[in-house]
């Protein structure tokens, strides 16, 4: 039994479309997994947020010592930290390996532990200052020396609050110099300059101990961070895998409809000489020709038509005629339908991209200066050495009211940018002010400067001059930034060392 044309192009049409949709269902199911993943990765920013929390006690404690309740804050927020990272180790174990994990999670207790040092450090300091100042009260009162006495004390407070190094020395030989011009203080200023000593001691302990305790937190951060950054190259390549699925879909089926056309055009131009060889035995007078040929049933009729009544061969063609172009509307039909579906794999790219950008934002008063200064860390942290970069922030105001997973992130994408463009030897400044109702943030390089044709295009997403760039930087910044209802403009010269200025201002309000 033969089949109809439209019959046989939806047969042939089956099985590319068939294909086509397996691929996109397929791609379609990674939309949870990006879920998941920003879930995942919105849980290490909180767990960022309690190391910031962390390391402001940790400031408040050394700057503040009676802020007793710090340390409170501390543990609770170091505790709440280890819960996080353990509830996330199965991800992170996933994403990385099983030694990844517990060097995060020993690098959180090494913190805590040392931070119990630099504590007991702490309340040491503040015990042998009181247990000194008797014995430096001794040493003025009995002291013939009033005056040598006076400068002891002066050396004493020199190093106590200012760390003189040269205080030390200061105080051993004056000390030195009194008890050989008074020996009757002589148990007293023993006493003291014992005292001092340990004092000095339990200094360099402490200093030792601040500095283990900030490698342990730059560690933690490292791991954290580099954890997040993994999280979101995973995400990004599933997006781009499913972006180039669609694009695969939709010219796998643009090209199976051109060959099922081309294939059913070529049997039909077959079809078509075969009678145009009737047609001229016809023209010759011959009328017993009979056309045996496979054929959709629509032209079958029409040979049969040809075969049976000669006579009325022109009606017969005009009908059959009429069948064919029928015919070719239904596959110009199945084209557009096609058309249709490329539209809408489209569309629903761009809504993946907007869920991502109108993510809530989560406004709290950030310290800036502190932001600012962590950014350009972080930006100088991942750049190749030969650019030195500076900043003049004072005045900033002391915080702002940002999202400051989105700011820090922007800021470090224009650092970045600006050092990723400077040559060896160049300068990167960032400079902070405010004028009128905003936070204006300058950073400038020495670099080449923007072109003059391309300077426009700079915020476009996925435009880049950097082969090894996503393109997507500077738009995270815009995004961001006009998000907070704040402006980013750049000013460029295109001069050789013109260099760059990018300009963000931010509402205080």
Not at 224 to 240: A, H, L, P, Q
Not at 252 to 267: E, K
Not at 358 to 387: C, D, F
Request: hydrophobic share 40%; no cysteine; charged share 25%.
């Amino acid at each position: 039994m033969g089949l109809k044309l439209w019959q046989r192009i939806i047969i042939n049409m089956i099985f590319p479309i068939a294909i086509s949709l397996a691929l996109i269902y397929v791609e379609l199911r990674n939309v949870n997994k990006i879920y998941q993943r920003f879930s995942v990765i919105e849980w290490v920013d909180d767990i960022n947020l309690l190391l910031l929390e962390l390391r402001r006690y940790e400031k408040n404690i050394l700057l503040l010592i009676e802020e007793k309740e710090n340390l409170k804050l501390f543990h609770d927020t170091i505790s709440t930290l280890r819960s996080k990272v353990k509830s996330i180790e199965n991800e992170i174990v996933l994403r990385t390996n099983t030694g990844y994990y517990f060097n995060l999670m020993k690098n959180i207790d090494l913190y805590e532990e040392i931070f119990e040092t630099l504590v007991a450090a702490i309340d040491k300091r503040q015990q042998l200052i009181e247990e000194i100042r008797p014995f430096g009260r001794a040493i003025e009162n009995k002291s013939s020396n009033k005056y040598m006495a006076l400068i002891l004390r002066k050396y004493e407070k020199n190093y106590l609050l200012y760390k003189e190094k040269k205080a030390i020395d200061e105080v051993y030989d004056i000390s030195k110099l009194l008890i050989d011009s008074a020996p009757e203080i002589k148990q007293d200023a023993g006493l003291y300059i014992v005292t001092f000593k340990e004092i000095v001691n339990n200094d360099t302990v402490l200093t030792n101990t601040l500095q283990l305790m900030r490698n342990y937190a730059r560690e933690i951060e490292k791991y954290t961070i580099g954890f997040s950054v993994k999280e979101r190259s995973y995400v990004n390549t599933i997006m781009i895998n499913g972006e180039r699925a669609f694009l695969y879909a939709a010219l796998f089926i643009i090209f199976s409809t051109i060959a099922i056309a081309y294939m059913v055009s070529q049997n039909m131009i077959r079809v078509m000489r075969e009678m145009e060889h009737a047609f001229d035995k016809i023209s010759d007078s011959s009328f017993t020709h009979i056309v045996k040929t496979d054929a959709p049933n629509e032209v079958k009729s029409f040979i049969g038509a040809y075969n049976r009544i000669v006579s009325k061969l022109n009606f017969n063609l005009k009908e059959k005629t009429k069948k064919i172009t029928l015919a070719e509307q239904t596959l110009l039909q199945k084209q557009s339908e096609i058309t249709a579906k490329n539209s809408t794999l489209r569309a629903m790219s761009i809504e993946i991209l907007d869920m991502i950008k109108n993510k809530p934002l989560n406004i709290t008063q950030t310290p800036i200066k502190y932001l600012i200064l962590e950014s350009i860390s972080s930006a100088a942290s991942n750049t190749s050495p030969g650019v030195s970069i500076s900043s003049n922030i004072v005045e900033l105001p002391d915080k702002l009211p940002t999202d400051t997973l989105l700011i820090r992130l922007s800021i470090i994408n224009v650092i970045v940018n600006a050092l990723r463009f400077t040559p060896y030897g160049g300068k990167v400044t960032v400079t902070g002010t405010v004028e009128d109702t905003n936070a204006a943030i300058y950073i400038s390089d020495t670099g080449p400067g923007i072109s003059e044709d391309i300077i426009g295009k700079i915020f476009d997403p996925f435009f880049t001059t950097v082969e090894e760039a996503a393109g997507l930087g500077l738009t995270i910044a815009m995004t961001a930034i006009e998000r907070h209802n704040g402006t980013i403009t750049v000013v460029s010269d295109s001069r050789p060392e013109g260099g760059t200025t990018v300009k963000i201002l931010l509402p205080v309000q």
